[in-house]
């Protein structure tokens, strides 16, 4: 299935680190209890996402904290290819917006920003453009090198032939990489670090050993938590009760998470007046059926059952995850 649109905002904050860095928490919270049904208890009636509070959260990285790492991971590409003689200056990431992360965690839910900006997000007109990041392009085929760990010349052959270009068998921390063969590449008189400045940047910050946690282990139990919730009979019960609401409105839609690709809603059009009556029916069978609530009382509950079966390996992961912001802090100075 698609990844829930929950998450994707996530992923965009941590992919410098995941592109370099392999692991899987979600395939191991999978192992246990898939089958299971959590009892819940009372559901409460609820119209409104804002505020709600996940057992989760506790352990997630903040958007704040996910800029402060990312700004750190940055610092250390620059003092990585200063080694090597490149001064390769990065632009500071754009600052988190401060807008409260569970606006939308289970699709549209507020009957004002449906009515007044049907699909599209309320902070799109204000937001600040990102800053441009410094392109690969400007630097040398060299300093490409050094910034990825593999002449870019020689990628894109291999690319050309179906082949890899760089290792596979890379270290997986800072420790082993320090111990483990080099990549052969030198540049300056110094040997490039396997995969680059990009992946020696990662390493140091998220893995500086073999102990280290993967960065995305409580993104992925929340991830794991929000697919079973969605697999549960309670939310498809909920969820076959908004579609019909939303039928009996004129519009054939199976699910609050695919109402806009159902419904042939386009980037441009997300707030064009057809999108906002669309939202608008979408928001009152939400409210009709109790959608929210019943899916926050269920996902909830996941959450909860995942904590308590990763407690011990969450407390670590809460440890280590200030050690990296202590050290992002050192680095931002």
């Known amino acids: 299935m698609a990844l829930p649109a929950r998450l994707l905002a996530a992923t965009c904050l941590?992919?410098?680190a995941a592109l370099t860095l392999s692991g899987c928490a979600g395939e191991e919270a999978a192992a246990d209890g898939a089958g299971k049904e959590p009892a819940i208890g009372s559901i409460e009636k609820l119209?409104?996402?804002?505020?709600?509070?996940?057992?989760?959260a506790a352990y997630a990285v903040t958007p704040d904290q996910q800029y402060q790492a990312k700004k750190a991971q940055d610092r250390l590409i620059e003092q990585c290819m200063k080694r090597f003689g490149f001064e390769y200056a990065l632009p500071a990431p754009t600052p988190p917006s401060g807008d409260d992360s569970t606006s939308r965690v289970f699709g549209l839910a507020d009957a004002e920003d449906a009515a007044q900006f049907g699909y599209a997000s309320p902070r799109r007109a204000t937001d600040p453009a990102p800053p441009k990041r410094q392109s690969?392009?400007?630097?040398?085929?060299?300093?490409?090198?050094?910034?990825?760990?593999v002449d870019p010349v020689a990628e894109a052959a291999a690319k050309a032939k179906g082949q890899a270009a760089a290792p596979t068998d890379e270290p997986m921390s800072q420790a082993e990489a320090e111990k483990a063969p080099g990549s052969g590449i030198i540049v300056n008189g110094k040997e490039v670090p396997v995969?680059?400045?990009?992946?020696?940047?990662?390493?140091?910050?998220?893995?500086?050993?073999?102990?280290?946690?993967?960065?995305?282990f409580a993104f992925n139990l929340g991830g794991e938590a929000e697919s079973r919730a969605l697999e549960d009979s309670r939310v498809r019960e909920a969820t076959t009760k908004w579609s019909q609401c939303m039928a009996d409105s004129g519009f054939t839609t199976s699910s609050p998470d695919s109402v806009q690709s159902d419904l042939g809603l386009e980037q441009g059009e997300l707030s064009s007046p057809e999108a906002i009556?669309?939202?608008?029916a979408d928001v009152a069978c939400k409210?009709?059926?109790?959608?929210?609530?019943?899916?926050y009382a269920v996902q909830s509950a996941y959450e909860k059952s995942l904590v308590e079966e990763h407690a011990e390996t969450l407390a670590l992961f809460k440890e280590q995850t200030q050690d990296r912001l202590r050290l992002a802090a050192q680095l931002n100075g």
């Not at 690969?136 to 990825?148: D, H, P």
């Not at 409210?287 to 899916?295: A, D, E, H, L, S």
């Open 195 to 216: 995969g680059g400045c990009g992946r020696e940047s990662a390493l140091k910050l998220y893995a500086p050993n073999s102990e280290a946690i993967d960065i995305l």
């Open 136 to 149: 690969t392009a400007s630097l040398s085929r060299t300093g490409q090198t050094v910034l990825n760990g």
């Open 14 to 16: 941590m992919s410098a």
């Open 47 to 56: 119209s409104s996402t804002e505020g709600l509070e996940f057992p989760i």
């Open 277 to 280: 009556t669309i939202a608008k």
């Open 287 to 295: 409210t009709q059926v109790n959608y929210i609530g019943i899916r």
